[in-house]
């Protein structure tokens, strides 16, 4: 008699794919890490770790929004003007408003947030393309952090800094705050009502609707949230850099939606998990940190970066139809 404790074969089947996600991209970044320590004397060290660490937590906490995004089959284009417009606002409330760096922290999370809620309804009431809005929206908000700010770098100095100083050792507290963010967000795509509503309405959004799920809301909130976690993403950097640029995050939006797909977000929605996300962070990271010690350009280094892209998405594809039949 089969006990009613044992797992379902379809439960069983789950368990060994995520395992086997986790062992390859594990695979992935080591076997990068050996590549680079080979043609580079200086690549295997525990400065150069530290600096990818404390390199990563603007992309991490971005890449953790768009997960969710990529899960109900969306995209959010404009998580780097986003950001932007969150340290233009903020520094620009502490220099010439006089405002407490609490309080112009809380306005330029608060305009995240905005901009992303008025992405998801734009795109929910109108029923159009998220790509299509969030790209208009990117010229709306790029153009915002202009006007804020003059066109001209806003240099805070240390009101802000301590986000990005040492703390544990030499990790600074920015990293600290990504990797709980990237715990947070597994535990609520996995363990809440909210992340399972997520997960079905990129499955399937009309069997959602028909089960009672109005998938209206959610899809506002993910994008709203993604727009906070994005204008978090500003702060950080604004400290890191102490100012805030006006040109900051022009392209890391390629970059995030790259690590979520090394991660294995299917860009088709319904599957995503936080936590290979920020495995795909790693191996963007470490890509870019190798090529540059091996001395490659600039453009050859976008090459690559590229290619590791379209490899992803081929993989992804692949294991789709692999699914599908």
Do not use: H
Not at 13 to 26: D, F, H, I, M, V
Not at 39 to 56: G, K, M, Q, R
Not at 307 to 322: F, G, K, N
């Amino acid at each position: 008699m089969t006990s009613s404790a044992s797992p379902s074969p379809t439960r069983t089947g789950a368990l060994r794919s995520e395992l086997a996600t986790y062992l390859g991209l594990a695979a992935v970044l080591v076997a990068m890490v050996l590549l680079f320590s080979t043609l580079s004397d200086y690549f295997f060290s525990v400065e150069t770790f530290i600096a990818i660490v404390n390199e990563i937590p603007a992309l991490a906490v971005m890449a953790v929004g768009m997960t969710f995004v990529l899960i109900v089959a969306g995209i959010d284009l404009s998580v780097g003007s986003v950001l932007a417009l969150s340290a233009a606002l903020s520094a620009t409330a502490i220099l010439q408003w006089q405002w407490s760096v609490p309080a112009a922290a809380l306005l330029g999370l608060g305009a995240g947030v905005l901009c992303g809620a008025v992405l998801g309804s734009v795109s929910v009431a109108f029923r159009l393309p998220s790509f299509i809005v969030s790209l208009g929206m990117l010229e709306v908000v790029r153009g915002a952090a202009y006007l804020v700010t003059d066109s001209r770098t806003q240099y805070v100095g240390e009101r802000i800094s301590w986000l990005a100083q040492p703390w544990l050792g030499n990790v600074s507290a920015a990293f600290v705050i990504a990797v709980l963010l990237v715990i947070v967000g597994q535990l609520v795509l996995t363990r809440t009502v909210f992340g399972r509503s997520v997960v079905g309405i990129g499955t399937n959004e009309e069997a959602m609707r028909l089960a009672g799920v109005d998938p209206r809301p959610i899809r506002i909130a993910v994008f709203a949230l993604t727009g906070l976690l994005a204008a978090l993403a500003g702060l950080m950097q604004a400290a890191r850099l102490e100012a805030a640029d006006p040109n900051a995050g022009q392209g890391i939006e390629l970059r995030v939606i790259a690590a979520v797909v090394i991660g294995g977000t299917s860009l088709m929605g319904g599957r995503g998990s936080v936590v290979t996300t920020f495995f795909g962070v790693l191996i963007i990271a470490v890509l870019e940190a190798g090529l540059a010690q091996v001395g490659a350009s600039e453009p050859s280094k976008r090459v690559v970066t590229g290619c590791v892209i379209v490899a992803a998405v081929i993989v992804d594809t692949l294991r789709q139809r692999r699914r599908g039949g």
